[in-house]
């Protein structure tokens, strides 16, 4: 077909998280612009099994940019050179014919490598089970519009909510930090009636959590944002440090 | 073995609150010395396992992903429906119980259906206390859209993912359960079979996706939480991992499968633009609510757009033909799933389809832009128009969408009970992977509606009676039972793993695809799918010998995963076929060219087909035995559908 690519790939291989891992180049021929990223990576990877070879690992699942579950650092970026975006929505057409990719998983030491591109992210839910809630059990809740919620506070709280706990917030900072990630869930509970009572213990138990796991610290360079294809804003991380803050103002007092 | 639906007696609208009433309870101190095994964190498996170790059972919860955050149910777009009547546009319980029976084409069970229009209500209360965002009006109050199927605004929303912030919300509920220790989370981690004892369900076969540690788990019950089975044809709206094996597998230790052939094929998809295709992606009905269905009125004009002579805005309004509109002028663009996709597909047949490749027809906002504004438009439908950009490079602003039609839901599943228990005492069936609520079609919304209903408001009260009936005693791991299916786990593992041959699985999985989707997709005859029948055969056949599959199990192994899923699908297709054949009737979905009106219409036949068909695993390469059970209604009158 006209139009097609050719196109080398540098993708990371390693057999699992105790062994070393390093780069491998693999031609991609023929490759269409009409692909989606991971459908190139399909072709290659058919490819190799066909060859006899491990075909090259990456996590992925609804392809259509809202499970979360594809990781891929391309060519220096996570999730690739276009903006609000996730892996799974990059079609080839962001590319050209000839270019040299280069693949590697998320960098950071609290994502452990499994697999080739895969990453073990469990870390993001142990977060999620020190607060990430609100405590109401099945039955006995008020009807759903006994509270009326302000649409300005509800959309803003939605803008917090579309977090898909990709991971490339961490993956895009220098210092490995989850403040984004982190923040967006505290912020959502944060800013609806329903997230009030545990407010400031949400908040708190969530970064110790963080902590615990190995994130890095923020320092304020916006890469996360930058990169983050849900375009979470960091204003998040502020509204987080105050929680977090007031949590600790109010235990010294009790 | 007879089929007993164990529906209770009396009137449709006191039959549940009676039921509940009747069943047995597991006293409160008592709960800690059960444990549930839940396979699958979908919003039917998040739901139960939070609700169940509220209660205080203990949980081991399932899901192959690297979070349960990550199941399919995240990908649901469009929204839920409940009768909430917010709207005082004349909604109710018995009205959504109505629209349902109606729109699955008489093919479900009335006191199901009844029941789930009426816990319906008690969901969006659950998941706005949870801190779900449903969208909201500017009052403050939440906000409600149209869907197919229905005349009323019934449907809760939240932008369009409204899938992604219900999960997030039944999944903080399993979150904090998991923080209390109630609830063991077993993710990357995939069910290869189910333990029986004595021909009760005592646990599960499982596989680390990462080590590769074959493990077992036992459990007083075990609730298959699996999802559906729709990449049984490769292309599907579903997500890459969805699969049937667990409930397959379920099926070979003695679980009937029901209504295999029923399948949902959604009419607003991303057409297939090439052979590299490894999914498709939807475009949410609701769109349907402000876009116009339409396609050229002659071949001659469909064929100069398809060879980009003129384009789709340059045609007149008399050289458009909105057939939806015009052959259904009270539902218009808003009839049922099944009649928009099956028209689609007569209109591409005619010749008329557009696009390069033919097989498409168009979906136009010009009116609602020109009506409403650039801007109303992107508020509510911002989200999806980016997507179709990003996938097709295509402005939908500015030109009309290219849609066509896409398998995305499998109506059949697992046979369930009322009590959600297949025919396998202890082992239970939620969600999609139950085949009970829609008949042979399901309507928009409803599929969240759905899985939320058995896991919050149903299993916490039919799985207390069954635990109660069997009493809190110990689970003997020991029992030969658990390591002679662990055997057979290891043994099929291998058998897959010495398959050196020379065409690859996925190469496999496209044709029972190709196969399924040209026989058994949106018109199926007797003679297609007699031929169809023995294509997979043989298909089966030549996968066992040719097909590779790399690697050791003992590592995380993709070859391997996939092989065993696909050896499982293509068994699968075989039995949707003779399920297809069996039903020598057209009703929702499922359109036998042998069975339709003189306009072409589904024609049902009541008299030979009112049940739900059961198929009963018999053995390898044995043909399945087929029990019905015949559907009862006495709260509807059976009519032919009529969107007109
Ligand atoms: C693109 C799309 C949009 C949709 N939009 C809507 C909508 O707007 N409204 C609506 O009502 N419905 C919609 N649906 C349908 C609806 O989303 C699904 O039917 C529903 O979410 C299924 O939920 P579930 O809990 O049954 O299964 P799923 O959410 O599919 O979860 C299945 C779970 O089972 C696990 N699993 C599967 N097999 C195994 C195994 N062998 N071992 C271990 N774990 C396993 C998975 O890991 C996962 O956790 C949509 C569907 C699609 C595909
Ligand atoms: S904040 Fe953005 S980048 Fe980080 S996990 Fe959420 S969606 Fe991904
Ligand atoms: S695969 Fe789901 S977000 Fe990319």
């Known amino acids: 077909m006209s139009g097609n690519m050719n196109l080398t790939l540098k993708v990371w291989r390693q057999p699992n998280g105790n062994t070393k891992g390093t780069f491998v180049s693999y031609p991609a021929p023929g490759i269409s612009p009409d692909m989606s990223f991971l459908e190139m990576l399909d072709v290659v990877n058919e490819g190799l099994v066909k060859k006899g070879e491990d075909p090259i690992h990456f996590d992925h699942d609804c392809r259509e940019g809202i499970c979360g579950m594809c990781s891929l650092h391309i060519n220096g970026r996570p999730h690739g050179p276009k903006q609000a975006i996730t892996t799974c929505q990059l079609h080839m057409r962001s590319f050209h014919d000839g270019e040299t990719i280069v693949i590697e998983p998320w960098r950071a030491s609290a994502f452990p490598v499994i697999k080739d591109l895969a990453v073990d992210r469990s870390a993001f839910d142990r977060i999620q089970h020190a607060g990430g809630f609100v405590s109401v059990n099945t039955g006995g809740v008020p009807d759903a519009n006994a509270i009326a919620i302000p649409k300005p506070v509800a959309d803003e709280a939605f803008n917090s909510a579309t977090c898909i706990g990709c991971g490339a917030c961490v993956a895009a900072c220098k210092n490995a930090s989850a403040m984004l990630f982190v923040s967006a869930k505290v912020s959502q509970l944060a800013l609806l009636p329903q997230g009030q009572p545990e407010r400031y213990q949400r908040a708190q138990a969530m970064v110790n959590q963080m902590d615990t796991e190995g994130f890095g610290s923020c320092t304020n360079t916006g890469a996360c944002e930058a990169e983050c294809p849900k375009e979470i804003k960091i204003t998040n991380i502020a509204r987080m440090n105050r929680d977090y803050f007031t949590a600790n103002f109010f235990k010294e007092e009790a | 073995m007879k089929l007993d639906a164990k529906i209770p007696e009396g009137p449709l609208a006191e039959k549940w609150s009676k039921h509940k009433f009747n069943l047995k309870l597991v006293n409160p101190s008592n709960k800690r010395k059960y444990t549930v095994i839940v396979v699958g964190t979908g919003l039917a498996g998040s739901s139960a396992a939070a609700s169940l170790a509220e209660l205080g059972y203990n949980v081991k919860a399932f899901c192959y992903q690297d979070s349960p955050r990550r199941a399919h149910s995240i990908a649901a777009q469009g929204g839920i429906n409940a009768a909430k009547n917010y709207r005082n546009d004349g909604d109710s319980v018995q009205r959504l119980f109505y629209d349902t029976i109606k729109g699955g084409d008489y093919r479900a069970r009335e006191g199901n259906v009844y029941r789930l229009a009426e816990v319906s209500v008690n969901i969006i209360d659950q998941c706005v206390a949870q801190g779900v965002p449903f969208a909201r009006e500017y009052g403050g109050l939440l906000d409600n859209r149209s869907f197919g199927g229905a005349q009323v605004s019934r449907t809760f929303y939240a932008r369009g993912q409204t899938g992604q912030q219900l999960l997030l919300g039944a999944y903080s509920a399993l979150n904090r359960q998991i923080h209390e220790g109630k609830v063991e989370m077993f993710s990357r981690h995939e069910m290869l079979d189910v333990v029986t004892v004595d021909g009760k369900a005592q646990g599960i076969i499982a596989r680390n996706l990462v080590t590769g540690e074959i493990e077992t788990h036992a459990a007083h019950a075990v609730l298959l939480c699996t999802g559906g089975y729709g990449n049984v044809y490769y292309l599907s709206t579903n997500a890459m991992g969805c699969n049937v094996t667990a409930a397959w597998r379920a099926h070979k230790r003695g679980a009937f499968f029901s209504n295999p052939c029923f399948t949902q094929i959604h009419p607003t998809c991303i057409p297939v633009s090439g052979d590299h295709q490894s999914k498709l992606t939807l475009m949410s009905e609701s769109l349907r609510n402000d876009g116009r269905v339409w396609v050229p009125k002659t071949k001659e004009l469909a064929a100069q757009l398809r060879e980009g002579k003129i384009k789709a805005t340059e045609l007149k309004e008399d050289e458009r033909d909105y057939f939806l509109e015009r052959k259904y002028p009270s539902f218009g663009n808003l009839v049922p799933r099944d009649v928009a996709s099956r028209n689609a597909k007569e209109m591409v047949d005619e010749g008329k389809g557009v696009g390069t490749s033919g097989v498409a027809v168009y979906l136009d906002f010009a009116d609602a832009i ?275």
């Open chain 2, 370 to 644: 020109s009506r409403l504004g650039e801007d109303a438009v992107r508020a509510k439908y911002g989200n999806l128009f980016d997507m179709y950009y990003q996938i097709t490079d295509e402005n939908p602003y500015k030109q009309p969408m290219r849609i066509y039609p896409a398998v995305h839901y499998t109506m059949g599943g697992l046979w369930v009970d009322y009590n959600l228990q297949t025919t396998v005492p202890g082992l239970y069936a939620l969600g999609e992977a139950n085949f009970s609520d829609h008949g042979a079609n399901r309507l928009g919304a409803s599929a969240l509606m759905q899985g939320l209903a058995d896991g919050y408001f149903v299993i916490p009260y039919t799985l207390g009676d069954y635990l109660a009936t069997i009493g809190p005693k110990a689970i003997d791991v020991k029992h030969p039972a658990f390591t002679e299916t662990k055997k057979a786990v290891e043994e099929r593992l291998q058998k897959l793993l010495s398959l050196k041959g020379n065409k690859t699985v996925d190469e496999y999985h496209r044709e029972l695809g190709k196969i399924m989707w040209e026989y058994c997709g949106m018109s199926r005859s007797e003679e297609g799918l007699k031929k169809a029948k023995k294509l997979i055969q043989d298909l089966k056949t030549d996968f066992w010998k040719n097909a590779i599959v790399l690697g050791t199990n003992e590592e995380f192994n993709m070859s391997l995963e996939k092989a065993g899923r696909v050896a499982d699908f293509i068994e699968l297709g075989e039995l949707m076929i003779d399920d297809a054949l069996d039903r020598n009737e057209s009703c929702g979905g499922h359109f036998r060219v042998e069975s339709q009106t003189e306009e072409g219409e589904a024609l049902r036949d009541d008299e030979k087909f009112a049940y739900v068909a059961a198929w009963q695993y018999t053995g390898e390469n044995k043909p399945e035995a087929l029990h019905k059970e015949d559907l009862k209604f006495e709260n509807v009158k059976l009519s032919q559908r009529s969107y007109k």
